[in-house]
């Protein structure tokens, strides 16, 4: 009996698996345009960034119809994407197509429209066409558009962002490997910044229906050589009859890649950094501390779901071990998913009370009421991190 893929060795399993699909037919474009950006700032000495971000399809047909989603829109990768280019990273953002990117997300998936941000200015007295004014800006936006724009510009004028897109669970698996194995030349000043939502599960290639998967049965003489019979799910038998079948779909877990990220993809030295969401508050620091211990990385930030706008916790092998980072309560953006009255429940659950620097933080931002995004306290804070490692890296040799 042939074992599951996750009951085989990392490197049996990356095999398995990986010979299941074909490549992404986008992958030798992606990897030309890595390469070219990974070369011009490992030429510059430039720390360089893998942001992922999104969620992953799950198809159930090769030709896809159907296919399991999660819930993310990409929010903390595009964001984050920002932070580390203030800070002076390049970024390569492996994005799910169509979820939020850098920039644009301000205007996209917004409860505004972008057009709502635009207006048809008066035409000027000497217009060769009097009934078409130019398209400008409103007023009232003028300041904030012009600022996401320049960054936005600088950044693209400078080659520090490079937008890939996947879809799929297996192409974001095929571009991941790819990407990792381009950074090599950047040794430590590589940084592995996990944040899409990647499926735990999958149907492999060779259980994969062709065709799309019917809801009905197909009469005698649709069921041909064109339809395999074994491939059209109808759902299980019943004692009572129903007027609607049943789906029954039997998955596989994904490979926990991680481990061959860590020991065998990603360049020597360089950081990687994984998310872990749970919805219960008293799984969150077991969940992330075990994976930390699992596959040996630097730091997992977990989150819950129903808090992730607001706090995040920092998880590391060296001390203090736990860390804490939240937006103080007078700066919290407005969330329609969130629950504020659950932060700080997970450390409130360890018997554990705000830290001095957690307190000094809110006394800080008292009278400020402008919401802020939490990445901006998440990002400098990883940076230092990162800096860290990339100086004790520096300094080993001469030792």
């Known amino acids: 009996m042939t074992p599951l893929v996750g009951e085989m060795s990392p490197a049996a399993a990356e095999s398995v698996y990986f010979n299941e699909y074909p ?10 345009l890595a390469r070219a950006f990974i070369e011009l700032h490992v030429e510059a000495n ?106 936005y510009r600088y950044a693209k004028q400078n080659n520090r962002l490079l937008l890939l897109p996947f879809t799929t669970v ?35 290639r060779s259980r994969m229906a062709e065709h799309k998967i019917q809801s009905s049965e197909l009469p005698p003489h649709m069921q041909g050589s064109a339809v395999d019979p074994d491939e059209i799910y109808t759902g299980e038998n019943e004692e009572q009859p129903s007027n609607r079948k049943k789906l029954v779909v039997n998955l596989d877990p994904v490979p926990k890649f991680l481990h061959q990220l860590v020991d065998g993809w990603a360049p020597e030295g360089s950081m990687v950094v994984s998310f872990k969401l749970e919805t219960d508050p008293s799984l969150l620091v077991y969940k992330a501390r075990t994976a930390l211990q699992r596959y040996s990385h630097h730091l997992v930030i977990g989150n819950l779901l129903s808090t992730r706008k607001w706090e995040v916790v920092f998880i590391t092998p060296d001390e203090p071990h736990e860390r804490w980072i939240r937006v103080p309560k007078s700066r919290r953006s407005k969330s329609i998913s969130g ?61």
């Open 46 to 151: 430039r720390r360089v960034v893998l942001v992922t971000s999104g969620g992953t399809t799950v198809p159930l047909e090769a030709q896809t119809v159907r296919f399991i989603d999660n819930f993310s829109a990409g929010t903390r990768g595009a964001t984050s994407a920002e932070y580390f280019l203030e800070q002076g990273y390049a970024v390569i953002f492996l994005h799910r197509q169509y979820s939020l990117l850098p920039y644009s997300r301000h205007y996209s998936h917004s409860t505004n429209c972008f057009l709502d941000f635009m207006d048809e200015a008066p035409p000027s007295a000497d217009s060769s066409n009097p009934g078409d004014g130019p398209i400008m800006v409103r007023d009232e936006y003028q300041d904030q558009m012009r600022s996401v724009l320049r960054k």
């Open 170 to 204: 297996s192409e974001y698996m095929f571009e991941l490997r790819s990407l990792a194995k381009l950074m090599r030349p950047l040794n430590e000043n590589a940084l592995f910044y996990l944040a899409a939502a990647v499926s735990d599960f999958f149907i492999p």
């Open 339 to 399: 629950v504020e009255d659950q932060v700080g429940l997970a450390e409130a659950m360890k018997g554990k009370s705000p830290s001095v620097e957690q307190l000094e933080a809110e006394q800080a931002a008292e009278g400020q009421r402008d919401g802020i995004e939490i990445e901006s306290l998440i990002i400098p804070e990883l940076v230092k991190l990162h800096m860290k490692m990339v100086e004790k890296k520096k300094k080993k040799p001469a030792e």
């Open 23 to 32: 490549p992404p037919k986008a992958l030798p474009k992606h990897e030309a």
